[in-house]
């Protein structure tokens, strides 16, 4: 262990002599995982592989209100072209979430299929082949047949 030492000196008109002041060795403190409450079984992510591709992958499960068809949901995601990593679309980049009803058509269908189920503050991973997404027309920065991944916290679902 280091010891350290600090001289004090006390300049301006005092005629003492320095005083040397010798600090006592500090222990790091322990780090402590937070307390389990009632025993809880700590959350191990989930993955899902649909038969047409779609990956759903649950990295959090959050504890609100659950997703079912004709909810409005709000949501931030970061969405990204699987092969190249490329970023097309960042609603955290804005702050502002995005919005939706559940199961109506109005985002991809594997967003409205993916999305199912999912609580208020669940932070979930979608793998989305391109049939489930934009498929042969692209999308802005998509292209054509691209498999997308999105990143997402349900914000809230209503």
């Known amino acids: 262990m280091k010891r350290c030492a600090l001289l004090l000196v006390l300049a301006a008109g005092c005629d003492r002599e320095p005083i040397e002041v010798t600090e006592a060795p500090v222990e790091p403190a322990a ?19 649909h038969p047409d591709g779609l990956v ?8 609100g209100s659950q997703a079912r068809q004709g909810n409005r949901i709000q949501l931030h995601y970061t969405g990204t072209i699987q092969s190249t990593g490329e970023v097309f679309s960042d609603t955290r980049a804005t702050g502002i979430p995005f919005a939706f009803t559940l199961g109506r058509g109005e985002v991809i269908r594997g967003l409205d299929r993916g999305l199912k189920g999912a609580r208020t503050g669940s932070r979930i991973r979608l793998s989305v082949p ?10 802005g920065k998509v292209p054509e047949e691209a498999d997308l991944e999105f990143d997402i916290h349900i914000v809230q679902v209503e």
């Open 56 to 63: 759903v992958e649950t990295l959090s499960p959050g504890t």
């Open 130 to 139: 391109s049939s489930l997404a934009y498929g042969e027309d692209g999308w």
């Open 31 to 49: 780090v402590q995982a937070p307390p389990n409450p009632a025993g809880a079984t700590p959350f191990e992510p989930t993955r899902e592989e």
